[in-house]
């Protein structure tokens, strides 16, 4: 990816030229100086460098995924929203559904990979995101919470620990915040890869906020 390059005297006047472009702050910015000429005795002094912005990473995502649509053939609408550093949640309308989201998420799993690792590589640092396919990861965190749940109290009556199957991290994210509040239920993560899946244990007197 080419990103757009300024060049003027100074780092600091040319900042503010591709904050000016951008619409948006110095602050915003990311940038790599390409080039200094020293110039002779001061005259002809420049400095080149290339610079993105946030709304640079939001485009990239967009049209990523909405190149896939075409080149696919299929329909889909797609709306990219910053969530936090570096995280990025993105809203999937399509009539696909079915083959974008595949048997218990598999497909959408992988995919979410696939455009998390072009825009981490094209940007040149890690970029978090997550693709929602017609609320699909909604009822799913529904669905898995009101599992664990069920299973958590499971584990409070006979105080034997339970090992879930294994599922990508945002989904162990949502049934660890939906039991943090739980008394006597803890949450930690084991195995690799895709291997790693959630533990649900007994813990006498976790203090609950």
Same mark, same amino acid.
């Given at each position: 990816? !080419?990103? &757009?390059?300024?060049?003027?005297?100074?780092? !600091? &006047?040319?900042?503010?030229? $591709?904050? /000016?472009?951008?619409?948006?702050?110095?602050?915003?910015?990311?940038?790599?100086?390409?080039?200094?000429?020293?110039?002779? =005795? +001061?005259?002809?002094?420049?400095?080149?460098?290339?610079?993105?912005?946030?709304?640079? /990473?939001?485009?990239? /995502?967009?049209?990523?995924?909405?190149?896939?649509?075409?080149?696919?053939? *299929?329909?889909?609408?797609?709306?990219?929203?910053?969530?936090? @550093? @570096?995280?990025? #949640?993105?809203?999937?309308?399509?009539?696909?559904?079915?083959? =974008?989201?595949?048997?218990? +998420?598999?497909?959408?799993?992988?995919?979410?990979?696939?455009?998390?690792?072009?825009?981490?590589?094209?940007?040149?640092?890690?970029?978090?995101? *997550?693709?929602?396919?017609?609320?699909?990861?909604?009822?799913?965190?529904?669905? /898995?919470? #009101?599992? $664990?749940? #069920?299973?958590?109290?499971?584990?409070? #009556?006979?105080?034997?620990?339970?090992? =879930? @199957?294994?599922?990508?991290? @945002?989904?162990?994210?949502?049934?660890?915040?939906? *039991?943090?509040?739980?008394?006597?239920? %803890?949450?930690? %993560?084991?195995? !690799?890869?895709?291997?790693?899946?959630?533990?649900? *244990?007994?813990?006498?007197?976790? &203090?609950?906020?």
């Amino acid at each position: 990816m !080419e990103f &757009e390059r300024f060049t003027e005297k100074t780092l !600091e &006047e040319a900042l503010k030229k $591709a904050a /000016i472009e951008k619409e948006t702050t110095v602050e915003e910015l990311s940038y790599t100086v390409i080039e200094e000429k020293p110039g002779f =005795l +001061g005259i002809g002094k420049t400095v080149e460098i290339e610079v993105y912005c946030d709304k640079d /990473i939001q485009n990239f /995502i967009h049209d990523y995924i909405q190149n896939y649509f075409d080149n696919a053939e *299929l329909d889909g609408e797609t709306i990219v929203e910053k969530d936090g @550093d @570096d995280f990025y #949640r993105v809203v999937v309308n399509t009539n696909n559904n079915a083959i =974008l989201i595949g048997k218990n +998420g598999k497909s959408l799993q992988s995919f979410n990979r696939l455009v998390k690792a072009a825009a981490s590589a094209a940007f040149k640092r890690r970029i978090r995101l *997550l693709i929602d396919v017609n609320g699909y990861k909604k009822d799913r965190y529904e669905k /898995i919470c #009101r599992m $664990a749940i #069920r299973i958590a109290k499971d584990v409070r #009556r006979t105080k034997v620990d339970a090992e =879930l @199957d294994p599922m990508p991290a @945002d989904e162990r994210k949502a049934i660890h915040n939906a *039991l943090s509040k739980m008394a006597d239920i %803890s949450t930690h %993560s084991e195995g !690799e890869g895709m291997n790693r899946h959630l533990c649900i *244990l007994y813990t006498p007197g976790k &203090e609950v906020e």
